[in-house]
């Protein structure tokens, strides 16, 4: 039982990443470097630490990015 739960954790844990991948992709950055995209996300996460008003602002741009796909 505990081997087959731990298979549908990779199943869910691999899916996560290819949609986080996914992510990489629609921002138009799947050609830069890995480095770079992990300064970027670094960033962002020092950026947004006890900063609403920047996490509010960034939700709006990517909730509009979503909505353009509709």
Same mark, same amino acid.
Do not use: P
């Given at each position: 039982?505990?081997? %087959?739960?731990?298979?549908e954790?990779r199943?869910?844990?691999? $899916?996560?990443?290819i949609?986080?991948?996914?992510?990489?992709?629609?921002?138009g950055? $799947?050609?830069?470097? $890995?480095?770079?995209?992990?300064g970027l996300?670094?960033?962002a996460?020092?950026?947004?630490?006890?900063?609403e %008003?920047? $996490? %509010?602002r960034?939700?709006?741009i990517?909730?509009?990015?979503?909505?353009?796909?509709s």
């Amino acid at each position: 039982m505990a081997e %087959a739960q731990t298979s549908e954790d990779r199943k869910k844990d691999t $899916r996560e990443k290819i949609a986080l991948g996914g992510l990489i992709v629609k921002a138009g950055l $799947r050609y830069e470097s $890995r480095a770079l995209l992990l300064g970027l996300l670094i960033d962002a996460k020092n950026r947004l630490s006890g900063n609403e %008003a920047e $996490r %509010a602002r960034l939700m709006g741009i990517g909730t509009e990015a979503f909505g353009r796909d509709s």
